[in-house]
């Protein structure tokens, strides 16, 4: 990011400070939480995990959580899944070759994300079909909801952090 001339950089870890130095106790919480839900073994694997994190992000327009989210999703993807697989995510998810499960996830969390109270049980019928038990339905909830929440903060602080700079620098 360039203001005023000067570059800087604002990423999720300035962004972590940011919000550590007045919300501490909240951030501890909120960190500890993401990562017991990230890694529920009753649950989903990291990699769908991962592409939840990814299509919220995406939806939701957070270029912080996107690039943490794929580097993640591509450390769990085993060949042939590759960066392609990742931009194809990201540009044309029609175009990505996914599993019926896979999909039905990714939907369901881009329902989740934009339109959350036209869920409903067809919705439910759909990824029980692809053979998601409840225990998958509720942790890919989970998922969703934890990255909407942090997308929401990442972006508004960057926000704060970005006009901070730019009121330093002027």
Not at 50 to 76: F, G, K, P, T, W
Request: one cysteine or more; a negative charge.
């Amino acid at each position: 990011m360039v203001v005023d001339g000067h570059s800087s950089s604002i990423g999720l870890s300035e962004i972590l400070a940011y919000i550590g130095k007045s919300h501490a106790p909240v951030l501890s919480a909120y960190v500890t939480l993401h990562r017991a839900i990230m890694s529920d073994p009753a649950g989903l694997t990291p990699a769908e995990c991962e592409m939840i994190a990814v299509i919220a992000s995406r939806l939701n327009q957070c270029s912080y959580c996107v690039d943490v989210h794929m580097a993640q999703l591509l450390s769990h993807l085993a060949p042939p899944r590759s960066a392609q697989f990742g931009h194809q995510l990201l540009a044309d998810l029609s175009s990505v070759s996914l599993s019926d499960r896979e999909r039905a996830l990714l939907a369901y969390a881009a329902k989740l994300t934009t339109s959350p109270g036209e869920i409903g049980a067809s919705d439910l019928h759909k990824l029980r079909e692809t053979g998601l038990s409840d225990p998958e339905i509720e942790h890919a909830t989970f998922v969703t909801a934890s990255l909407n929440l942090a997308n929401r903060v990442a972006m508004i602080t960057g926000e704060v952090l970005k006009e901070n700079l730019a009121t330093s620098v002027g």
